[in-house]
């Protein structure tokens, strides 16, 4: 249980470095497997599953438009604004 515990803290303090990292960019977020969706009736922004986890990314097992989770380093500059 311990070690479940430090890898969601790290994972946390990544997100959050990167996430500092985007502001001070000013970059927006965007996300990989969802398309942001405005329903007509009464305008509520959803997010919509976009098929391409499933589908493309694990089916053909190409992880580079995904963010990097797992590695210990914060991502450089450059390639926040490739993800981005």
């Known amino acids: 249980m311990k070690t479940a ?5 790290r994972l946390e303090i990544k997100q ?12 927006e977020h ?6 942001p969706w405005i329903n007509p009736i009464d305008q509520t922004l959803y997010y919509v599953y976009n098929y391409r986890y ?10 580079s438009d995904c963010a990097d989770i797992f590695s210990p380093k914060i991502p450089s500059r450059e390639r926040i604004v490739v993800l981005s």
Request: hydrophobic fraction near 35%.
């Open 5 to 9: 515990s430090l890898e969601k803290d």
């Open 16 to 27: 959050r470095a990167v996430a500092k990292l985007r502001n001070e960019m000013k970059l």
């Open 30 to 35: 965007k996300t990989v497997f969802f398309e």
């Open 54 to 63: 499933f589908e493309d990314c694990r089916k053909n097992q190409n992880w």
